[in-house]
């Protein structure tokens, strides 16, 4: 470990260190033009898609503006692409919901502290494996298993933001396809249509200008034209009123009994906390009967926990869907009565009402009753504190598996964005240097309140277009961020949820590709077969997003062992080209005595037995067989059990009265066969520098005295051909 540490070290020069130092003495006025507008221009797309994105991963929406503070100027500055623009994106924000779920509320405190603690840690690993140079791991992820996983993701992150759409809210379940399931049902059930006519008109203005011209930020249009007509409607109606104010008095136990279950999840949660610590502290001390009743104790505790929740939940369902109306009696008091059931001789105040309601106990004094859409809201002015993320050892540990696949996934996200703008530019791409970058940007993000970000397609296009130079043009994007957050967050106040959640819809349909899913098919059936069993178990599994990797990774090394086990074994004869090819493929007679087989692949302890098995299957069907000669050219590696296995082989055939040669063979392997004096076993006059010499060194031997007039390893010889028996 030291040493490749020490050897990391030893490499890593100063264009490694500070890669902008190779850009930088080249850099040009007409240059500094060019990044200013593509920096601007890029800004008025990451400024709300920043804001939507963080909602999308669970945090309030200007953690998406501190997410589009420094990692993107960081990752410009220290990577290897002068066009990739890096932020918040869909996929690693969705995945980063996935993975603080399990840990905290979603909003809370807590659960911004383990996105903090999530950022450092992907960007340890992205780092660790630049620093190393370990790029190649995200080899693992093979594109069949990218493919399936991206598509699914973007309809579980569109689908998801249904609820915004339609002003509805619902519990998260344990599976997204019934979440959604109960969006819809509490979608039929009400609609609020000002909601839903907010995010239809941002759709539309960015659809529309999108088809008109790339030149015009469509997403800014939409959020200025919907925030303007926000503030001037009044689209946000909320009002603050006692219990008292709620005239049905079923309806009033009902939210009494909801805050006693909620207030007594609260206590059992900080029990389950003390539990926990005690477990802790005794498997330090290694006081086994106190663990032993801890345990015990949390897990009576946790049933009582689930059984509580469930309650408490059924009366949350029934409490978000009561919709009052408002009017006020003949003494000139508010009250709030179920649709339906207020009386004749009461004005009647504003729209249809609804409970704002959460986990958390309500606050029977201050009822917060909403009649209106909802709005992102007061978003605090000036930059995010700076400090180290809190690390917690148990969410830690919790966190590992989904760091390493935000790590994997994000990278690779931004290494294809890079090379694909790379082919376009003639820029040179370094895949561990772009990892280097990638993980400083969530490392320095993860202090600056940031959580876990990558390489966006989205806006690397736009930089690109817009005439970026160099990596200036994100560092003046992250400015422009800055301005932001010192001078307009005020009016971002009005900004409709429905407009983020139509922004998330408009920027996922791109990660789409039905077409993708076709070409794996085409390239090979079971590439596609991956391609589309990663996304099916993507879907099934949502939200817990890294099964379905997990499966795709699986099924890809499945299929890569198979192939290793099994690689193709074929016997040779002349085709019209006058060239060595597959018999079978290409319907050509073999030869009688002489057989040519190559095997396609390095002979190591998977496959070893497998060529063994051929070879025998060749003596048995082959009655007139005289001499083996075995292709190597695909053979480019061997172990100790491909050794052993073919030293084997060459005793077999060799009592069987049957020679058997190489030819072709790769150094490396040469080397193996001279240490293990396989080499003197076989005959050095037994290995031929090609099939044609080899052909040629036995054919007169093997021949003299046959039945074989036109052997078809000197002729072609299809099996079309009728003047000579079979195998002639």
């Known amino acids: 470990m030291a040493r490749g540490l020490s050897s990391a070290l030893h490499n890593l020069s100063p264009s490694r260190l500070l890669p902008f130092l190779e850009w930088l003495p080249g850099y040009r006025a007409s240059h500094f033009k060019g990044d200013l507008f593509a920096g ?68 809370s405190q807590a659960y911004i502290g383990y996105a903090l603690l999530l950022a450092l840690m992907v960007g340890l690993f992205q780092f660790g494996l630049g620093l190393f140079r370990l790029g190649l791991v995200v080899n693992f992820l093979s594109h069949p ?26 519990d998260s379940s344990d599976y997204h396809y019934h979440t959604v399931v109960q969006v819809v049902k509490a979608a039929l059930h009400h609609t609020h249509w000002p909601t839903l006519m907010m995010g239809a008109f941002a759709f539309a203005i960015m659809l529309v200008l999108k088809k008109i011209t790339l030149r015009i930020p469509n997403v800014l249009v939409a959020v200025a034209a919907t925030t303007l007509i926000s503030w001037a409607t009044g689209f946000e109606q909320r009002t603050t009123m006692p219990l008292e104010s709620i005239v049905d008095a079923d309806v009033r136990a009902l939210i009494v009994h909801f805050n006693a279950e909620a207030t007594q999840l609260d206590q059992m949660g900080d029990r389950r906390a003390r539990i926990n610590d005690t477990l802790k502290q005794a498997k330090i001390d290694g006081h086994r009967m106190i663990e032993i009743d801890s345990r015990r104790d949390l897990d009576i505790l946790n049933y009582q926990f689930a059984l509580k929740a469930e309650q408490a939940a059924d009366y949350r369902h029934r409490i978000r869907r009561l919709l009052f109306e408002a ?4 003494v000139g008091d508010i009250r709030y009565y179920v649709n339906g059931t207020r009386p004749a001789d009461t004005e009647r105040i504003g729209r249809t009402w ?3 309601i959460g986990s958390a106990p309500l606050n029977a004094s201050a009822l917060v009753f909403c009649g209106g859409g909802e709005v992102v809201g007061a978003i605090p002015k000036g930059l995010p504190d700076f400090s180290l993320p809190e690390i917690d050892g148990h969410g830690a540990m919790a966190l590992i598996p989904p760091a390493v696949i935000i790590a994997l996934l994000g990278f690779m996200e931004a290494i294809s964005i890079a090379k694909a703008m790379a082919a376009k530019t003639g820029q040179r791409i370094d895949p561990n240097q772009e990892l280097m970058g990638q993980g400083l940007a969530n490392m320095i993000g993860s202090v600056s309140q940031s ?75 079971y590439d596609g077969a991956i391609s589309v069993a990663t996304f099916l178990f993507t879907l099934a599994f949502a939200p817990h997003l890294d ?62 037995s497998y060529l063994e098995d051929q070879i025998r299957h060749r003596r048995k069907i082959k009655k007139e067989l005289k001499h083996i000669i075995i292709a190597a050219e695909s053979i480019n590696d061997m172990d100790a059990s491909g050794q052993e296995s073919l030293s084997l082989i060459v005793d077999r055939v060799r009592s069987a009265g049957i020679d058997i040669s190489l030819s072709s063979v ?25 099939m044609k010499q080899a052909i040629r060194a036995i054919h007169e031997q093997t021949h003299r005295g046959g039945r074989e007039k036109n052997c078809p390893l000197t002729s072609v010889r299809a099996l079309s051909t009728h003047n000579e028996p079979n195998g002639g």
């Open 666 to 690: 790769h150094e490396p392997v040469m080397q193996v066969l001279r240490r293990t004096h396989l080499l003197y076993k076989i005959g050095e006059d037994h290995i031929y520098p090609t």
């Open 327 to 330: 009017g006020r009696d003949r």
């Open 451 to 525: 959580y876990p970000v990558a390489g966006s397609f989205s806006r690397s296009a736009v930089n690109l277009q817009a005439g970026a130079a160099s990596g200036f043009s994100s560092a003046i994007a992250s400015l422009a961020v800055v301005a932001t957050l010192f001078f307009f967050t005020p009016l971002l106040y009005h900004l409709p949820q429905s407009v983020l959640a139509a922004i998330i819809m408009m920027a996922v349909a791109g990660l789409i590709n039905a077409r993708g899913f076709i070409q794996a098919w085409q390239a090979q059936w």
């Open 40 to 107: 601007l221009t890029v800004a008025l797309v990451l400024v709300p898609q920043s804001m939507a994105y963080a909602q999308l991963a669970g945090l309030p929406a200007y953690y998406g503006l501190y997410a589009a503070f420094l990692p993107p100027a960081v990752a410009a500055l220290f990577g290897s692409s002068r066009q990739l623009a890096t932020g918040p994106v869909a996929v690693v924000s969705l995945m980063a919901a996935v993975a603080l779920q399990p840990l905290a509320t979603t909003g």
């Open 145 to 170: 298993v990218v493919n399936g996983f991206t598509n699914a993701a973007a309809i579980i992150i569109a689908t998801g933001q249904i609820s915004k759409l339609f002003g509805v809210t619902v």
């Open 354 to 356: 609804r409970l704002r």
């Open 547 to 608: 099964r379905g990797i997990i499966v795709g990774v699986v099924l890809s090394l499945g299929v890569f062992l198979y192939r290793s086990m099994r690689p193709q074994v074929v016997d040779l004869s002349m085709g019209l080209d006058k060239a060595l090819h597959d018999a079978v493929a290409h319907g050509l007679k073999e030869c009688r005595y002489i057989d040519v087989v190559r095997f396609g692949g390095p002979l190591f302890f998977a496959n070893a």
